[in-house]
């Protein structure tokens, strides 16, 4: 059993930045994958960024590629999410995920996650 704890929201200007991190529970944090998707209003919850377990496979969706960086440390259990040059389309509220090593579902999909965090409001005001 692992539980996902996401810190970090906020509001921000646009081109501010925020880190937003995700502190999880359980001895087998270092062997899940772990990935950040978000939710904006009257939208479907959309894939952000992945790490694999041994901080490889690192991927972006294309609309945060070079703004933003996933890393993960595993011996403080912890994945984050550093989100520079923020725009208000990215305003959503922001979850992280984990993911056993088992899906048979892509990573970029919500049905591949074991656990998901309770999530945190990220507002980007132009």
């Known amino acids: 059993q692992v539980q996902l704890v996401e810190s970090g929201g906020g509001l921000v200007q646009a081109g501010g930045s925020l880190r937003l991190s995700c502190a999880a529970s359980?001895?087998?944090?270092?062997?899940?994958?772990m990935s950040w998707f978000r939710q904006a209003p009257r939208k479907e919850r959309e894939f952000v960024a992945t790490?694999?377990?041994?901080?490889?496979?690192?991927d972006y969706t294309d609309s945060v590629k070079g703004r933003f960086t996933i890393s993960k440390d595993n011996d403080k259990n912890t994945v984050y999410l550093q989100m520079n040059s923020l725009k208000p389309e990215d305003t959503a509220v922001y979850y992280c995920?984990?993911?056993?090593?088992?899906?048979?579902?892509?990573?970029?999909?919500?049905?591949?996650?074991?656990?998901w965090g309770q999530g945190t409001q990220v507002t980007v005001s132009s």
């Open positions: 790490i694999m377990w041994n901080g490889s496979g690192i």
């Open positions: 359980g001895r087998t944090f270092s062997r899940y994958t």
């Open positions: 995920a984990a993911e056993g090593g088992h899906s048979v579902y892509d990573l970029l999909s919500i049905y591949a996650y074991d656990y």
